[in-house]
């Protein structure tokens, strides 16, 4: 097991880089702790993979290093570096049974034959793989050849690191969440450093301990399931995170305080001030649905707006509004009284972030 630091890394694939548009991957400063239970999370395209492969040695980066530990890696080639990684697809020896398909990486590595039996017998077990080590792995469902795959990545007990480049994609939807749930057991039984990289925010906040959000070639928030969505440092965070994402409205500045559209809002001193020391026109508030409260009547600090839809998901409903000239969603339980069409919202303080230049700014209470 390692400690993997990433140190003023930077990746692009264009051979004369001329701006921040031609970089794959921006410089980064990141560091993924010995033993931890990781994912890199992001929508195709933003450098979860190219991060990736950086990583394992598939890739050379065209500026920064990766350590482990205190150790340079960029000169090492991916079988150097003692990485495990398991692809979309599964890598396995289709000619091979699942026993000799799970024994290949340690004998590989000259392990004895008395210690690759107790290795595989034990990883065999923890991914219900016993009843099926003597079949041939081409006689075997797609599941079932991942899971062999994964158990590749697994059987060697000194890898330094596994990562995981979306490997649930070819994985019936019926049993994603029992594998999630077992990679999740395998880590508290093994504690091996894992990185799984993924697009499903579900996916990602099932397995790992703290998840790096990945936007055009960046971590703009790493942290756990709970400060990405109470705290997004990242407008992007806010929109990727939460089903519906984060209620975002553009502010601009007046004479007497804050207009949003042609609504002037009530705002704290605080949040009031931060908007007028910035010199950005750059500027948002975002509040998530959870937080938006709906009323029947008016109120201090109160907004009127007409309700466009309503929908129901059983146990709580989504509403759906304009709010300044763009959409607006709030949830409510199903039991909230809801007003047939005028409504009034009211957006509490304590919920409401700021972003200047699209990343959170704190303010002070």
């Known amino acids: 097991m390692a400690q993997i630091t990433l140190k003023a ?3 692009s694939y264009s051979p004369n880089p001329s701006g921040p548009e031609d970089y794959a991957i921006r410089e980064m400063e990141h560091v993924w702790h010995q033993g931890g239970a990781y994912a890199l999370l992001g929508p195709s395209g933003c450098g979860k993979s190219t991060l990736l492969n950086i990583i394992s040695g598939l890739l050379t980066p065209s500026d920064g290093q990766v350590l482990f530990d205190d150790q340079v890696m960029n000169e090492l080639a991916p079988e150097e570096r003692n990485i495990a990684q398991v692809f979309q697809f599964p890598v396995v020896y289709d000619t091979m049974t699942v026993y000799d398909n799970l024994a290949f990486p340690l004998r590989n590595v000259g ?6 039996r107790e290795r595989v017998a034990e990883v065999a077990d ?14 075997l469902t797609a599941d079932e050849k991942q ?5 590749r990545g697994l059987v060697r007990d000194d890898v330094a690191a596994i990562l995981f480049d979306e490997p649930l ?14 990679l999740k057991e395998i880590h508290e039984r093994f504690n091996i450093t894992m990185i799984y990289v993924t697009h499903d925010q579900l996916e990602a906040s099932t397995f790992a301990d703290k998840i790096a959000v990945m936007y055009e070639g960046q971590v703009v928030q790493f942290g756990t399931p709970r400060e990405l969505f109470e705290v997004p440092a990242h407008t992007f965070v806010g929109y990727f995170i939460g089903s519906p994402g984060m ?7 007046t004479e007497k305080g804050v207009r949003a559209g ?6 704290a001193p605080p949040l009031l001030n931060a908007i007028h020391q910035s010199r950005s026109r750059n500027i948002k508030l975002g509040i998530r649905p959870e937080f938006v409260k709906v009323l029947a009547e008016p109120g201090e600090g109160t907004y009127p707006v007409e309700i466009d839809n309503v929908q129901d998901l059983g146990t709580y409903r989504i509403v759906s509004f304009e709010f300044a000239g763009v959409p607006f969603r ?23 972030s700021l972003y200047i230049d699209e990343f959170r700014v704190e303010v002070g209470q």
């Open 330 to 352: 709030a949830r409510l339980e199903e039991d909230q009284r809801l007003p047939e069409r005028k409504a009034y919202i009211r957006f509490p303080e304590a919920w409401l």
């Open 9 to 11: 890394l930077a990746h």
């Open 247 to 253: 209620n975002l409205v553009e502010v601009v500045r």
């Open 262 to 267: 042609t609504v002037d809002l009530v705002l």
């Open 147 to 151: 899971k062999v795959s994964m158990g």
């Open 111 to 116: 392990t004895s034959e008395a210690k690759v």
């Open 126 to 139: 923890v991914l219900e793989l016993t009843s099926l080590l003597k079949r041939k792995a081409r006689n």
């Open 169 to 182: 994609t070819v994985i019936d939807p019926q049993l994603k969440w029992k594998l999630r749930r077992k």
